[in-house]
């Protein structure tokens, strides 16, 4: 399992390269997730965390995964500063025998990281700066694991 929470850009190719081998993997599945800007005129956005509570609720999450799939792999990068639209965000991967716990791990971290991952988010416009609220539809998200 690797957990990083980092302000530097990572290369998903240098961290896709081997993620499954060893033997007992059949499949690996990784997600990116991008900065959208939905209204056209998002400049950045900014996340905040608190060093050291974030990246242990974040191994939390990758060490629930590994319960409940059959994983023999895990990584999670998290980025945090300040970020502009159309870069990447975070990554998750997960290598498992089966192409199936593969993917439900995968999705299973997303709705995690997107609802209980202890990250703040603040979106800086032209003209505004304001904190992103959490929304309901992720916390529905939740109710099917």
């Given at each position: 399992?690797?957990?990083?929470v ?18 007992r ?6 997600f990116?997730g991008?900065?959208?800007d ?8 900014e ?44 990554m ?7 192409r199936k ?11 995690f ?12 416009f032209?003209?505004r ?10 916390e ?6």
């Open positions: 399992m690797r957990v990083l980092q302000e530097a850009p990572f290369d998903l190719g240098a961290e896709l390269k081997g993620f499954g081998h060893g033997g993997a059949g499949a690996v599945v990784s990116t991008i900065v959208r939905d209204t056209g005129t998002l400049q950045a956005l996340l905040e965390h608190y060093p050291g509570m974030t990246e242990r609720a974040l191994v939390k999450i990758a060490e629930d995964a590994q319960t409940r799939w059959a994983l023999t792999n895990v990584t999670i990068i998290h980025r945090i500063g300040r970020l502009e639209p159309g870069d990447e965000i975070m998750v991967a997960t290598a498992s025998p089966h716990a593969a993917f439900e791990a995968a999705d299973y971290l997303m709705d990281l997107k609802s209980r991952a202890p990250f703040w988010k603040k979106e800086h032209a003209d700066s304001e904190w992103v609220a959490a929304k309901q539809s992720d529905v998200a939740l109710d099917r694991w």
